[in-house]
DNA sequence: CTGCAGAATTAAAACGTTATAAATCCTTCA
DNA sequence: TGAAGGATTTATAACGTTTTAATTCTGCAG
């Protein structure tokens, strides 16, 4: 003769355990049992240890539809996926920063592809409104991000991977893309090389503003000619860059050096000066920040400074658990400084 | 003077409307609200019409927790990412192919760290014993993964990126490996080349054998010298492999031709090939497969094959959706054949 | 009219948790 | 001995949904 499930979970057959599992077995009341778990302090020690015994014992594990219907809290993180560009590996690092972080906290992380055509703000909307997490993630930030004003009206947690020039603090984790930019050009300028140029991101983003301060600046301490290449940005497609960069080399007087923001972009430059019959070391040199380990494997090498995005989900992930406990904005926010140009 | 929820919810003020919302608003039931919204044939057809109005009106969403805790659907789509290893890009285009295909679903995609210390299992079994998703993506799938044969076991819907040698069939997306080995060995010899090499993953994965078998058979049949690179896999480090492809560049008889699976071998085999002042093109060919545009930029230029890794997750994600439809596993399985080496 | 089948709707319970308010138990002190 | 009062514990409601088992309504045959 079976049982109901109260008494089948006693007897510790597969139903997975409840509270009222715990209360059965215990002899606690399920009230009692749940604040025993939470370790509220008007319980008896007693009662609490016992109470988490038994929970170790039957392996229980706190049901997560429940809790949220409960609480209103979903204990999942968001993270805004750009679905159209993609520094190599990017994605890859990022998120693995991301998840490791989480593993064990409780959250689970959603991600949410943001198409590039569509309304920015539409996922960021949803999220809020059908309360699909209770803090969010993502990166490309701008100046003026319309993401970050609607999640602070909202009061929503959330970190963005970059900075914003709204005056009200919020949590964000950086790259000094200026000491990157002025390290590349004075890495360039000691080479000797006296006409340097660079391909951007878009205007928009915040970095790309750090880029270039950090590139005219010095490129102007050291007294060289220094050129934004007009016409493209790093989100333009691949073949639009080389078609600039190659058309550069046929200039008058072409480029001797290249700070590359991308992987990709200082691949382009690489091509372009192969393609040219430049040679890189002699006709012109590059300086490229990377995110992965690509460039050990391609020739010829190029200087490079490494930008950690997976140390970057890292921190990205903990600061939002800091924001969702409570801590102030204005504590959390962090700028990764780039090693010396190797 | 304010009102409770209910009235407020009336109202139209800031309240997320709930069925109890719509049941107000409609004059019915909740439980014939909850029908209506279902199109449950037993609520008549006039009734359906007025319900669905005032949801589309109200913009009235189902709440995820309540509807998981009363049903035990999570809503949820698990892709397990290994932390370690990646070809460029991998993820970032797998993963949009699966977030894209499941927006506006009702699904969402977790995405959950399989660290390669770890027991591979662990993830798997915390996913089943906790109910947290309703279906499980993953990759790197083995001939007798246990993951497989763990998920079976449990009817649990999953769909692998890789096939099995279990004799039960079970939903997988899979690349033709082996013809691609083929293609690559044939466009080699076709180019005159007598003694090619490759580099292979661990031999537990399925594509392995598919890659080991495609490229043997061919070289057998075009009578030429072959070998598979020894001590080293995809995934040894690639100083590791770069030392070995090195040293085979130093022997006697090195190769003239390489087969390689992944990009970063490519690149790996082509720095090989410059630190030894072998020139590609003359002294050897190299044959990849790629999944992204990546080698548009590299110089030289080798010969490639493109995997849609896009693609791939689109068709994983629309399979993994068929079978928690219930579509029966034996017709769930999509086999990607390679373009032409270009 | 009455009765009854079928159509349409609904009340109520349940999923597993947390939080409010109330109840019980113990200890201590007059 | 009897309260007072703090320490513990508990009954119960609620979160928003789906579903079982009624209930009400409608039209039609007898």
Redesign the pocket.
């Known amino acids: 003769m079976t049982h109901d ?1 109260p008494l089948a979970a006693l007897h510790g057959q597969g139903e ?1 355990p ?3 599992t715990l209360a059965h077995v215990t ?6 049992v ?2 025993a ?2 370790d509220d302090p ?3 020690v007693k ?1 609490r240890a016992t109470v988490a015994a038994a929970a170790e014992r039957l392996g ?1 594990i ?2 997560r539809a ?2 949220r ?3 209103g809290r979903t204990q999942v993180i968001s993270l805004l996926l750009n679905t159209e560009h993609e520094f190599l590996g990017f994605t890859h690092e990022f998120l693995t920063g991301i998840t490791e972080t989480l593993v064990g906290t409780g959250y689970s992380v959603t991600v949410v592809p943001d198409q590039p055509g569509d309304d920015r703000l539409a996922p960021v909307r949803t999220i809020l409104r059908n309360n699909l997490a209770d803090g969010l993630l993502f990166t490309r930030t701008e100046a003026f991000d319309p993401r970050v004003r609607l999640l602070m009206e909202a009061d929503f947690p959330f970190v963005s991977h970059g900075r914003t020039e709204f005056s009200a603090p919020h949590p964000w984790v950086d790259f000094d893309n200026e000491a990157f930019a002025r390290a590349a050009v004075a890495h360039l300028a000691a080479k000797g090389r006296r006409r340097i140029c660079m391909v951007l991101p878009g205007d928009q983003f915040t970095f790309t503003q750090h880029l270039r301060y950090g590139f005219v600046s010095a490129a102007r301490a050291a007294g060289i000619y220094h050129e934004i290449v007009p016409g493209v940005t790093l989100d333009s497609p691949t073949a639009a860059i080389a078609a600039a960069l190659t058309a550069a080399r046929h200039g008058p007087n072409p480029p001797d050096g290249y700070v590359c923001v991308g992987e990709v972009t200082a691949l382009v430059a690489l091509a372009a000066l192969a393609d040219t019959g430049a040679v890189h070391g002699i006709d012109a040199d590059i300086v490229a920040k990377r995110a992965s380990p690509i460039f050990d494997n391609i020739r010829p090498r190029i200087d490079t400074v490494f930008e950690d995005l997976r140390a970057t989900g890292r921190a990205m992930a903990e600061m939002l658990l800091g924001r969702m406990a409570g801590a102030p904005p204005e504590t959390l926010n962090r700028l990764f400084q780039p090693d010396p140009v190797a």
Request: aromatic share 8%; no cysteine.
């Open positions: 499930s997975r409840t509270l009222r002899g606690f009341s399920v009230a009692t749940s604040r778990l939470a008007r319980i008896a009662t229980y706190p049901d429940a809790r219907l409960r609480t």
